[in-house]
């Protein structure tokens, strides 16, 4: 396999046992290891801390919707410019939920009508969070208190953290969309242009 960011990526022999057990998941899963996985494993403290937030977000007893979850993390992606998260984020959102009405609309939700008030104030919040350029309004925050409780608001802040965190993470390291979502949605950011440099 060759490199598909700009660093390049181990062998899959060379990376620690428990990582080339969770390759070999995705490979029987996807067809094919999922890159971000390989530039993750070349810290595989930092992948096994990434994986396990992963699953608290993806635990059955989340007060958060498995839907909402994921339409809330392809909008951050979008916003991040990260193609690769649009894309395996939107499969979620497809599986969860076969919305695709919603997956085509998400970059236009303030306006649409396809979003319930609660998934409104909640990509209000996430968008908020992630804008590196201000606080989260106080219109939005009381906005959100009208459908989520303080924990749950406390947990929907924890998964819009982590979500950037993947996001910035395969964009920094240039990491492409793998075909895993046949609706493709490019990635959408809050302003008119990609960032540059």
């Avoid at 995705?26 to 290891?33: F, S």
């Avoid at 997956?103 to 303030?110: K, T």
Wanted: aromatic letters at 12%; one cysteine or more.
């Amino acid at each position: 396999m060759s490199d598909i960011s700009w660093l390049k990526h181990k062998q899959i022999q060379d990376y620690p046992w428990w990582v080339r057990l969770l390759l070999r998941g995705q490979m029987k899963k996807y067809g094919t290891p999922l890159f971000p996985t390989l530039y993750w494993g070349r810290s595989p403290m930092a992948l096994l801390l990434f994986t396990l937030f992963f699953k608290f977000f993806e635990r059955r007893k989340s007060p958060l919707e498995p839907a909402l979850r994921s339409l809330i993390m392809v909008r951050i992606s979008q916003v991040n410019w990260c193609s690769f998260c649009v894309d395996m984020n939107s499969l979620f959102l497809l599986e969860r939920a076969q919305a695709i009405h919603k997956l085509e609309d998400l970059h236009s939700w303030p306006t649409s009508t396809h979003f319930s008030e609660k998934e409104k104030a909640a990509l209000a919040y996430a968008e908020a969070v992630t804008r590196p350029d201000q606080s989260v309004p106080i219109d939005i925050r009381e906005n959100l208190k009208q459908y989520f409780s303080e924990d749950e608001i406390v947990e929907l802040t924890a998964l819009i953290g982590y979500q950037n965190l993947s996001s910035k993470f395969n964009y920094a390291l240039s990491i492409p969309a793998q075909g895993l979502c046949e609706m493709r949605t490019a990635p959408l950011p809050i302003t008119d242009e990609e960032p540059q440099g």
